[in-house]
């Protein structure tokens, strides 16, 4: 039995089978949906089902809250549907501007080993090509069997060259990680698709703002920080960027350059369990408790959050008990990504 998936915004209708989810079935028949994770975790994919029914799924509370739930929104990575059904998907772009997701190839120009466990990547696009692409957006490398392995991306170059900067960490196991690492090599031609997500700077406040990194995830909070440096917006920034030894903290000179260069950007770095040859005399802990340390009232903040589900689980408590309002938590959550092949 399959189902009709209708979107609200015009884009041409798919089906999808009994037991599949709606992000599998839109990949498989060459519909772009925003989608991150694909595990329920994220909420990159989170949009409203507006006619219809739909089982679920497993998800994170997280993701999706009941709140969330009763008013109609689902994730579709992990939503399948029960009967025919109308979809809103979320903007994925910027302050509800939608961003034109390609497919393309490009070009490993650059590999640069920032830490022990962490590489750098600069991609090379096409030279016809270009990605519009806003601070704090992620792509997927698709690999040869059609799975994706999802990177926040920390900067692009100016147009003229193209490049996309990925900050990779190496995962214990990992497929792709492995090859990054190992047999991976400048020149190698890889397949992405982007850009996706809207972990964007909310440009329409004034509130100060925090911003909270987890090792690589300080790649799209580089991006954010970079671009409102750039655009001159002169809003309070504190960043707090925690790893388990000093060697997480793998860019600290770029930091540096930024508070040489503005007055409004503060910067704490965190160590969870400093090595003794680190001789760590700064915070230990966690970042969001640092911030809440030196921040225990975020009534007028905003939190831009970036790390592994369970920091950002444990980030968006910590703030919310300490008075940040919920609609101002904004969250990058990275996950290894479920092997299902989208054709």
């Known amino acids: 039995m399959t189902f009709k998936v209708h979107?609200?915004?015009?884009?041409?209708?798919?089906?999808?089978?009994?037991?599949?989810?709606?992000?599998?079935?839109?990949?498989?028949?060459?519909?772009m949906l925003p989608y991150g994770c694909r595990n329920g975790l994220c909420?990159?994919?989170?949009?409203?089902?507006?006619?219809?029914?739909?089982?679920?799924?497993?998800?994170?509370?997280?993701?999706?809250?009941e709140q969330e739930k009763a008013a109609g929104l689902a994730l579709f990575c992990q939503a399948r549907p029960l009967t025919d059904i109308t979809i809103e998907p979320r903007s994925s772009g910027a302050d509800g501007q939608d961003t034109v997701v390609k497919r393309l190839p490009c070009r490993v120009e650059k590999k640069e080993l920032l830490a022990p466990d962490v590489m750098r990547l600069y991609?090379?696009?096409?030279?016809?090509?270009?990605?519009?692409?806003?601070?704090?957006?992620?792509?997927?490398?698709?690999?040869?069997?059609?799975r994706r392995r999802s990177f926040s991306m920390a900067g692009m170059s100016p147009p003229q060259h193209g490049l996309v900067e990925l900050h990779i960490a190496k995962v214990a196991g990992g497929e792709f990680t492995g090859h990054v690492f190992g047999g991976m090599k400048e020149k190698?031609?890889?397949?992405?698709?982007?850009?996706?997500?809207?972990?964007t700077l909310r440009k329409g406040s004034a509130r100060p703002i925090i911003f909270l990194a987890a090792g690589t995830g300080f790649a799209p909070i580089k991006a954010i920080i970079e671009e409102a440096l750039a655009q001159g917006i002169q809003r309070p920034m504190y960043l707090y960027w925690g790893a388990t030894a000093r060697a997480g903290l793998y860019l600290e000179s770029v930091v540096q350059g930024w508070m040489s260069e503005?007055?409004?950007?503060?910067?704490?770095?965190?160590?969870?369990?400093?090595?003794?040859?680190?001789?760590?005399?700064?915070?230990?802990?966690?970042?969001?408790?640092?911030?809440?340390?030196?921040?225990?009232?975020?009534?007028?903040?905003?939190?831009?959050?970036?790390?592994?589900?369970?920091?950002?689980?444990?980030?968006?408590?910590?703030?919310?008990?300490?008075?940040?309002?919920?609609?101002?938590?904004?969250?990058?959550?990275?996950?290894?990504?479920?092997?299902?092949?989208?054709?």
């Open 7 to 31: 979107i609200e915004s015009g884009a041409r209708d798919f089906t999808v089978a009994t037991g599949e989810s709606i992000i599998d079935a839109a990949a498989r028949q060459g519909v």
């Open 43 to 65: 909420g990159a994919c989170k949009g409203r089902v507006v006619a219809g029914q739909v089982d679920y799924g497993a998800y994170s509370v997280y993701a999706l809250s």
């Open 123 to 146: 991609l090379k696009l096409p030279n016809t090509e270009r990605l519009l692409y806003v601070a704090g957006q992620y792509i997927n490398i698709i690999l040869r069997d059609g």
């Open 188 to 199: 190698d031609i890889l397949r992405i698709e982007g850009p996706l997500g809207d972990f």
């Open 262 to 343: 503005a007055g409004n950007l503060s910067y704490v770095p965190v160590l969870s369990r400093p090595a003794p040859k680190d001789h760590w005399q700064g915070k230990r802990g966690y970042v969001q408790d640092a911030a809440v340390t030196d921040f225990p009232d975020l009534h007028g903040f905003e939190v831009y959050a970036s790390g592994a589900p369970a920091m950002i689980n444990a980030a968006r408590q910590t703030c919310l008990a300490h008075g940040l309002l919920p609609g101002y938590f904004y969250f990058d959550a990275f996950e290894f990504a479920n092997d299902r092949v989208s054709l």
